[in-house]
């Protein structure tokens, strides 16, 4: 054989070994986390009692008409999220975890009005239990809880 034809065959083969390795890279499913599929629900109770003393009383008569409302229903590769009769789906994936907490991405395209608020795509989520778990809010200092809904695992 040519040199020119063991170069073109280098480079067929070459060619398909990187075809298939992006296949491959590519047509993984996203990581998911079973504790998180199913259905939640925002624990009002619960959050409100977490409400330090720095929340004035005006502040958490706000704050008690909107914990409660929000519910997130997770499967393995997006979340919908149902509040006030409105919803939505988010792709996402998890990024990582341990035995207490993971960490979602949100893969939603960005929201130019939101932008302003220069939020995060990720989101820890800390674990409780099996049916309890709570998150940070990025916009301001509460924590809010979340309660899967009975029968829902």
């Keep these: 054989m040519g040199a020119r034809v063991i170069w073109k065959v280098l480079t067929v083969l070459f060619a398909v070994s990187t075809l298939v390795l992006a296949a491959r890279i590519y047509?993984?499913?996203?990581a998911t986390d079973a504790r998180l599929i199913g259905t939640w629900v925002s624990d009002k109770e619960r959050t409100m009692e977490g409400l330090g003393p720095q929340v004035t009383d005006e502040q958490r008569e706000v704050l008690n008409d909107v914990f409660g409302k929000?519910?997130?229903?997770?499967n393995a590769h997006e979340y919908v999220y149902e509040m006030d009769g409105e919803s939505s789906s988010v792709p996402y994936s998890v990024i990582g975890s341990d035995d207490y907490s993971l960490v979602i991405q949100d893969h939603s395209p960005p929201i130019p009005e939101m932008e302003m608020l220069n939020m995060s795509s990720f989101t820890?989520?800390?674990?409780?239990?099996?049916?309890?778990?709570?998150v940070d809010t990025e916009l301001s200092s509460y924590t809010e809880y979340f309660k899967r809904l009975s029968g829902d695992r």
């Design 27 to 30: 047509a993984v499913p996203r």
């Design 70 to 74: 929000l519910k997130i229903t997770y």
């Design 124 to 134: 820890k989520i800390y674990f409780e239990g099996p049916d309890v778990y709570y």
